[in-house]
């Protein structure tokens, strides 16, 4: 799996939006970016993935930049809820490779 | 939505006995399903792959008569921490993935077990 680069913490008040950003330089053609949050003591939850175009779901958007080394996830309207560590994955899009997590990006949302 | 259980939630249990953990796809067909280590302050850690029907294949570094683990059904699978030490307190994660799932091959993770050992 192609490694990615997460800025270790990042702050974001309560409302506002929350960007996260994920370098994946080295990034296949055929590996998509996944992205996941674990909230404290809990199992890693999915949020959304993307190929090439921007995703967005009820949870998040993902940019995905046009030459596909680095992305970001937005989450529009942060609460305290959404504190947790932002895992973002490249994985290939078929087979059996399981996820292998990074260090990710630890949100604090403040009220 | 998929979900997956996993039993029991919280165990402490003495040094060199052993614990069994149970991972449960409860709505859909695991063919596949994955077990994760994480220590407090650090990221998920594969462990191993099971297949249903097959034997694990574990990572590096992981040893496979320490951590048993068993895929007998598409909808169970278990790791069995065989005498248990301090150091093999963690918490555990299982994942599932099914061949039902749509394109882009989602795994589905379960709560997690939080082993303590005395």
């Known amino acids: 799996d192609a490694k990615t680069t997460q800025p270790p913490s990042m702050d974001c008040a309560e409302g506002r939006a929350a960007n996260l950003p994920c370098n994946h330089s080295?990034?296949?053609?055929?590996?998509?970016v996944y992205w996941y949050r674990q909230i404290h003591s809990q199992g890693p939850q999915y949020i959304i993935h993307?190929?090439?175009n921007n995703e967005t779901n009820e949870m998040a958007s993902l940019i995905i930049t046009e030459d596909r080394k680095s992305s970001t996830l937005i989450l529009p309207h942060a609460t305290l809820r959404d504190t947790a560590v932002y895992y973002c994955?490249?994985?290939?899009?078929?087979?059996?490779?399981?996820?292998?997590f990074g260090k990710g990006t630890r949100l604090s949302v403040i009220a | 939505g998929a979900v997956v259980s996993q039993h029991p939630s919280r165990v402490i249990c003495k040094s060199g006995t052993s614990v069994k953990i149970e991972c449960r796809s409860l709505?859909?067909?695991?063919?596949?399903m994955f077990w994760y280590r994480q220590f407090p302050k650090q990221s998920l850690m594969l462990m191993a792959t099971?297949?249903?029907?097959?034997?694990?294949?574990?990572e590096q570094g992981v040893e496979k008569d320490k951590f048993l683990i068993n895929h007998a059904s598409l909808t169970l699978s278990t790791l069995t921490v065989t005498s248990a030490h301090p150091e093999d307190s963690s918490f555990y994660i299982c994942?599932?993935?099914?061949?039902?799932?749509?394109?882009?091959?989602?795994?589905?993770f379960g709560p997690g077990t939080r082993l303590t050992v005395l």
């Open positions: 994942s599932a993935r099914t061949q039902e799932s749509s394109s882009y091959n989602e795994q589905f």
């Open positions: 080295t990034i296949s053609g055929n590996e998509y």
């Open positions: 993307g190929l090439k």
């Open positions: 994955i490249v994985r290939a899009h078929s087979g059996n490779t399981p996820l292998v």
């Open positions: 709505d859909f067909q695991a063919t596949t």
């Open positions: 099971s297949n249903e029907g097959s034997k694990a294949t574990y």
